[in-house]
């Protein structure tokens, strides 16, 4: 290669030298500039904009809402807190998601970016040498620097000038969850808002799971809020302006692409990951138009693997309480078949009875159970009989810290992409689908099936192959 002649090389200079003022003064040409393979669709171009809009103090208080995967927290978790603190090197930024791994990833990316060679023809700053860990690093010769947390962690001795929540909830079983809903809520308000320096910003992206989460409770409460919303699919008075349907990123997800994804998330992780539109879990009923049905099973070269799946009593004394036992099946291609329920009033011994009858006619897999106290009694009973015939059962008790909504809704998107298919002809199974389309989450004399139900399909499912369960760690 040629060696630059003098005028060629101050010319290069001039060109390196304007693209870094560009980069110094607007976010969108600082993030390609640190990073070429960084790419600037039109929506990363509005993002930006609106978080120039952060630094400057014209919007103090900002939530995102975007689809997995089209640069969300590439650009707000890792290049604006550089592009930030290169322009406000002391000040101090907090960042925070519902993993301390994840936001000390952040935080490392950050810091990288601060202490290469391209930031320095933008910035002349770099990390103080003695201050340069992970999660807690400050800019030489300046005051600020960054901290890296959970949600939910304590933060103590150090002020945000920008605060950063990215994901403070990491799937729908906890965001279903009014626990950790109202955990988080006195994170927030206790330790997150001490911690504003006069005159900060606050920057919060995160999946709408449910309409009582965090962002849900921040806007019912606290003015001066800027959403931005950009769903996977345009809807009505589009925020970019464009067409219903048209996709975010064309480029990246095309409309057929997404529509794929609609159809094997279902509605609800749908709209709460790709459209930012929270639906609350008690409004999402089962359909009656979502339920297919099977008259019998696919025949394979061996027969399907069974699971059953038990919701025991809720006491011992079992008399006003029902005990259920459903059989899922599941096929070569990860269909599952909903193939026989059992619903009854019954004593500890005499389902233990029943129980052994099914397995030495089906052969199942797996049995799960509920581990609580009635559960650990009908599975040492199950043990104490099976070893009287000397037949094993492959039972296992299974631990749940959820109620019986967030359980259901795990599999609700099964039954709405025809993954999980019942039985026609049984009325025991036919029961079992009105169960589901009447279910509210309540307390309920028939919602028995409904538990041993899930419990069926995590005994037989493969999680390597076919149907899933989706979390926000499985598409992020």
């Given at each position: 290669m040629p060696l630059l002649t003098e005028n060629e090389r101050k010319q290069k200079e001039l060109v390196v030298q304007a693209r870094a003022e560009l980069a110094r003064r607007h976010l969108i040409k600082f993030s390609p500039f640190v990073d070429p393979t960084y790419q600037t669709p039109s929506h990363l171009v509005f993002l930006s904009e609106k978080l120039e809009a952060v630094e400057s103090g014209d919007i103090k208080r900002l939530m995102v809402f975007m689809p997995p995967r089209e640069?969300?927290?590439?650009?707000?978790?890792?290049?604006?807190?550089?592009?930030?603190?290169?322009?406000?090197?002391?000040?101090?930024?907090?960042?925070?998601?519902?993993?301390?791994?994840?936001?000390?990833?952040?935080?490392?990316?950050?810091?990288?970016?601060?202490?290469?060679?391209?930031?320095?023809?933008?910035?002349?700053?770099?990390?103080?040498?003695?201050?340069r860990s992970v999660n807690d690093w400050d800019i030489a010769f300046h005051k600020g620097g960054l901290l890296a947390t959970g949600a939910g962690g304590s933060i103590t001795g150090f002020g945000a000038h920008l605060f950063i929540i990215d994901d403070p909830v990491k799937n729908q079983e906890e965001a279903d969850s009014i626990i950790v809903r109202d955990k988080l809520w006195d994170w927030y308000r206790s330790v997150v808002l001490t911690r504003m320096e006069p005159e900060s910003r606050m920057v919060l992206v995160m999946a709408r799971w449910n309409q009582d989460d965090l962002a849900g409770r921040i806007l019912n409460s606290e003015k001066d809020w800027v959403v931005v919303n950009m769903p996977a699919l345009a809807e009505k008075d589009d925020i970019l302006g464009r067409k219903i349907n048209q996709p975010l990123w064309p480029e990246r997800y095309d409309?057929?692409?997404?529509?794929?994804?609609?159809?094997?998330?279902?509605?609800?992780i749908w709209?709460?990951?790709?459209?930012?539109?929270?639906?609350?879990?008690?409004?999402?009923?089962?359909?009656?138009e979502w339920f297919q049905w099977y008259d019998v099973l696919p025949k394979e070269d061996s027969p399907l693997p069974r699971g059953g799946g038990v919701d025991t009593a809720t006491s011992l004394k079992s008399s006003n309480d029902n005990t259920s036992l459903v059989d899922v099946c599941r096929d070569s291609k990860g269909f599952l078949y909903v193939d026989d329920v059992f619903c009854e009033k019954i004593t500890v011994s005499g389902f233990a009875e029943h129980l052994l009858n099914q397995h030495a006619a089906k052969h199942y897999i797996k049995v799960n159970l509920e581990k609580n106290n009635a559960g650990e009694a009908f599975k040492q009973r199950i043990d104490e009989v099976s070893r009287e015939k000397g037949i094993s059962i492959p039972v296992e008790c299974e631990q749940t810290s959820t109620d019986k909504m967030v359980r259901a809704m795990e599999f609700q998107p099964f039954v709405e992409n025809g993954t999980l298919r019942f039985k026609r002809g049984s009325p025991r199974v036919a029961a079992l689908v009105e169960h589901l389309i009447n279910f509210d989450g309540r307390d309920a004399d028939v919602d028995d099936d409904i538990d041993?139900?899930?419990?069926?399909?995590?005994?037989?499912?493969?999680?390597?192959?076919?149907?899933?369960?989706?979390s926000t760690q499985d598409v992020y």
């Amino acid at each position: 290669m040629p060696l630059l002649t003098e005028n060629e090389r101050k010319q290069k200079e001039l060109v390196v030298q304007a693209r870094a003022e560009l980069a110094r003064r607007h976010l969108i040409k600082f993030s390609p500039f640190v990073d070429p393979t960084y790419q600037t669709p039109s929506h990363l171009v509005f993002l930006s904009e609106k978080l120039e809009a952060v630094e400057s103090g014209d919007i103090k208080r900002l939530m995102v809402f975007m689809p997995p995967r089209e640069g969300k927290s590439e650009t707000i978790s890792r290049k604006f807190p550089a592009w930030f603190l290169g322009r406000h090197p002391d000040q101090n930024v907090i960042m925070s998601s519902y993993s301390y791994t994840l936001t000390r990833s952040f935080s490392k990316d950050v810091r990288d970016i601060v202490e290469s060679r391209r930031y320095k023809l933008v910035f002349p700053l770099t990390t103080a040498w003695d201050s340069r860990s992970v999660n807690d690093w400050d800019i030489a010769f300046h005051k600020g620097g960054l901290l890296a947390t959970g949600a939910g962690g304590s933060i103590t001795g150090f002020g945000a000038h920008l605060f950063i929540i990215d994901d403070p909830v990491k799937n729908q079983e906890e965001a279903d969850s009014i626990i950790v809903r109202d955990k988080l809520w006195d994170w927030y308000r206790s330790v997150v808002l001490t911690r504003m320096e006069p005159e900060s910003r606050m920057v919060l992206v995160m999946a709408r799971w449910n309409q009582d989460d965090l962002a849900g409770r921040i806007l019912n409460s606290e003015k001066d809020w800027v959403v931005v919303n950009m769903p996977a699919l345009a809807e009505k008075d589009d925020i970019l302006g464009r067409k219903i349907n048209q996709p975010l990123w064309p480029e990246r997800y095309d409309r057929n692409t997404l529509e794929g994804m609609k159809s094997k998330l279902g509605s609800r992780i749908w709209s709460a990951l790709y459209q930012g539109d929270p639906q609350g879990p008690e409004s999402q009923k089962f359909k009656r138009e979502w339920f297919q049905w099977y008259d019998v099973l696919p025949k394979e070269d061996s027969p399907l693997p069974r699971g059953g799946g038990v919701d025991t009593a809720t006491s011992l004394k079992s008399s006003n309480d029902n005990t259920s036992l459903v059989d899922v099946c599941r096929d070569s291609k990860g269909f599952l078949y909903v193939d026989d329920v059992f619903c009854e009033k019954i004593t500890v011994s005499g389902f233990a009875e029943h129980l052994l009858n099914q397995h030495a006619a089906k052969h199942y897999i797996k049995v799960n159970l509920e581990k609580n106290n009635a559960g650990e009694a009908f599975k040492q009973r199950i043990d104490e009989v099976s070893r009287e015939k000397g037949i094993s059962i492959p039972v296992e008790c299974e631990q749940t810290s959820t109620d019986k909504m967030v359980r259901a809704m795990e599999f609700q998107p099964f039954v709405e992409n025809g993954t999980l298919r019942f039985k026609r002809g049984s009325p025991r199974v036919a029961a079992l689908v009105e169960h589901l389309i009447n279910f509210d989450g309540r307390d309920a004399d028939v919602d028995d099936d409904i538990d041993a139900l899930g419990f069926a399909i995590k005994a037989v499912i493969n999680k390597n192959e076919g149907a899933i369960f989706i979390s926000t760690q499985d598409v992020y």
